[in-house]
């Protein structure tokens, strides 16, 4: 879907921002851009969509160089969600989000239909916002207005750069909940900057660790965790590694390793689905609750703290032992 081929950048200064950057994008995947700062991420996104031209190197959409394709043709098939939104303020909230429709020539009727749909799916009723100003929001609902706009043209492919990086914490956890929510029905192609480690680990299919220009590690968030490529990855997320381990593991993949039943009924124990991470029932177990009956197909497991720890540790033994 989206290919760099020895993409390589210099400004003025000489600096090197990106230094012969390959990697491709899959079709409905989400790659996640993570490093330090200053190591050329945000300049990898803009040159997709060619706010920045690359000084070497090809860049792909669609089997077709980008070179080859006009700058705002290319960018009304690209959506672009920022940090700060960057609304117009003369613009009604319902006319921010249909200006890539209107601009595609799409007919009034679609335009309202699909900005309306939009704006309830995240949580923006259209009766008590559709008039409104940008001033008259507040920083989140700004920024879902942001999202909104540019998914309203359903483009293919979505650019996000510190798309929640301005807001609170709570603000951006609802904020990004929603959107994953939304994303999920449509499958978008996304690559997106963050420098939130958790951020990245819970919206990310694959994430790629830059450093000074270049690619550290492209992988899944299990194979940089559990197999770093060099000392410089495992020290990257040494910092939050115990809550990105716990979130990278679906309890499915520690199962084998917890006390199996086949008795489901269980009174006053929480039930939690196998395909939730072990941070979820972690959270459940350090909030006062003692057990959880998890599903496992016909089966289940009742289990505390204790089991869920050490079925980690095994897991996370097995996993070096069988990918080195």
């Not at 000489?14 to 851009?33: I, N, Y």
């Not at 919206?203 to 940089?224: D, F, S």
């Not at 997320?237 to 520690?254: A, C, G, M, Y």
């Not at 959270?283 to 703290?305: H, S």
Request: charged residues 20%; aromatic residues 6%.
């Amino acid at each position: 879907m989206v290919s760099l081929s020895q993409v390589t950048k210099r400004f003025e200064n000489d600096h090197l921002a990106v230094d012969s950057l390959s990697l491709t994008v899959k079709e409905g995947e989400t790659m996640v851009l993570l490093g330090t700062s200053g190591c050329g991420k945000t300049t990898t996104l803009r040159m997709i969509n060619r706010l920045i031209q690359p000084d070497a190197g090809e860049i792909h959409i669609h089997n077709k160089p980008i070179s080859a394709i006009p700058p705002a043709e290319l960018r009304k098939g690209i959506g672009y969600v920022m940090q700060q939104p960057g609304l117009f303020p003369h613009y009604t909230i319902e006319q921010n989000i249909g200006i890539v429709p209107t601009l595609l020539g799409w007919k009034s009727k679609d335009i309202q239909q699909r900005v309306h749909t939009l704006m309830n799916q995240l949580h923006l009723p259209v009766a008590n916002y559709a008039h409104k100003y940008a001033h008259e929001l507040s920083g989140g609902q700004q920024q879902r207005v942001g999202l909104a706009r540019a998914m309203a043209g359903n483009p293919s492919i979505l650019l996000m750069d510190e798309p929640f990086g301005a807001l609170d914490p709570a603000t951006r956890l609802h904020v990004r909940n929603d959107f994953m929510e939304l994303e999920a029905s449509t499958k978008k192609t996304i690559i997106m900057v963050t420098h939130d480690m958790e951020e990245a680990f819970c919206m990310g299919n694959r994430i790629c660790l830059m450093h000074e220009g270049k690619i550290v590690q492209l992988g899944t968030p299990a194979e940089l965790l559990f197999a770093p490529a060099n000392d410089f990855v495992r020290s990257f997320f040494d910092s939050h590694r115990t809550l990105l381990e716990w979130q990278v593991i679906p309890l499915k993949n520690i199962e084998k390793w917890l006390p199996l039943q086949t008795d489901n009924e269980q009174d006053n124990i929480p039930v939690i689905s196998s395909s939730d991470s072990c941070w979820k029932a972690l959270e459940w177990l350090t909030q006062g609750q003692e057990k959880l009956l998890i599903k496992t197909g016909n089966n289940c497991c009742v289990v505390d703290k204790t089991h869920i720890i050490d079925a980690i540790h095994h897991f996370k033994t097995e996993y070096k032992t069988t990918h080195g």
